[in-house]
Structure formats: structure tokens, C-alpha cells
């Protein structure tokens, strides 16, 4: 199961220990956007480039910026305009 940290209009997701113990929270991850409140900013950290995911979260007409933090730490940023 995810955690999400709210900050205001922020969310903050962190699933790298959960994608590295063998988990696939894409599906969480997803559940949460589409329930999350519009003008809401994402923040998702991975621990590698996830393409699947950002395919996804774009399909929900979303634009995500991908940023390398490390070599072992990406950092997804989108924000909710619409409801999907």
C-alpha cells in the first residue's frame, strides 16, 4: 500500500523501498491521481525512470516532467488540471 504525504495542495509519493522489495503500485498510484482533488501537484519518486507509469499518468491527460535525482532516484512531477 502507498503512503502519500499531503502538504496543502502537494502530494508527495515515495515508492522506491516498495518497488525495490518486488511491489508494483502503478495501479495504487493511478487510484490516488484520480481521486486526488484538481490543482493538486504530484510529486512521485521511483527508483528508476518508470516509462509504464508515466505512460499511464499521461493517458490520464496528465504532463509529467521526469527529473534523475541519482542514479537510483527519479522524481515525477505532474499536476491534476482536469478530473480524470
Known amino acids: 500500500m502507498i503512503h502519500v504525504q499531503r502538504e496543502g495542495d502537494r502530494a508527495v509519493i515515495d515508492v522506491r523501498e516498495l518497488v525495490k522489495k518486488g511491489h508494483h503500485p502503478k495501479g495504487e498510484i493511478f487510484q490516488y491521481v484520480k481521486e486526488a482533488p484538481v490543482g ?22 496528465l504532463n509529467v516532467i521526469v527529473k534523475e535525482l541519482s542514479m537510483d532516484h527519479f522524481l ?9
Open 40 to 61: 493538486t501537484l504530484l510529486e512521485i519518486h521511483v527508483p528508476h525512470r518508470a516509462q509504464p507509469l508515466v505512460s499511464g499518468l499521461s493517458a490520464l491527460g
Open 76 to 84: 515525477l512531477r505532474t499536476v491534476k488540471l482536469i478530473d480524470s
